[in-house]
């Protein structure tokens, strides 16, 4: 499905819409569901923050690994504009967080629990300074107010290096210590692979 809002063209591809109808179809979706949307809120955060900032997208695209943003390629985007969108998604989920903290001061709920513990996680680690994700892409405009971009480039690489290595040590202790629990050791080989890819989202 195509429509076009605002000058941008946005498509919800089959895959994504069938991905939503059976999570929704599930018997408790519930964690899901949340995992989900949190994250597809996420992306909203950084679409939000190009539209604040002047700098609408050319297309949005819904796939099952997420929200395609495509920037235009002629757009030129102050370094100043490159920040405020990077922090777009854990800003996001921070407002998310926050509600639901409030909403936890007046009500006990095992639900509002669970949607501000997923956001404080996507926000916590979409924040690490490591290439690819939104502290790493924060870290480097920040750098690059002030010094050369090979510096900055160089930087970051250091950076994503030292933590990704330290996610790699807490991989290994979860891995020993909870009965082969991998999720941890699969989170950073995802993030060393991305080491290898661009710094667009």
Known sequence: MKFRVFGVDFEITFLFAALIT??????????VI?????????????????????NKPQSVRFEITGMNIKRR???KISTKNELLIALGGPI???LVLLLAVIFLCFFENERIFIVAGINLILMTFNLLPVKRLDGGMALYYLL???FNIDLCEKALKITSIIFIVLIYIWGIYVFVSTNYNISVLIIAIFLTLSMLGSNEY
Do not use: Q
């Open 34 to 54: 949340i995992t989900v949307f949190s994250s597809l809120f996420h992306e909203a955060g950084h679409l939000t923050a190009m539209f604040l900032s002047g």
């Open 22 to 31: 059976f999570i929704i179809s599930l018997n408790s979706p519930f964690n």
């Open 144 to 146: 690059s107010r002030k």
């Open 73 to 75: 390629s002629s757009m």
């Open 92 to 94: 996001a989920n921070g």
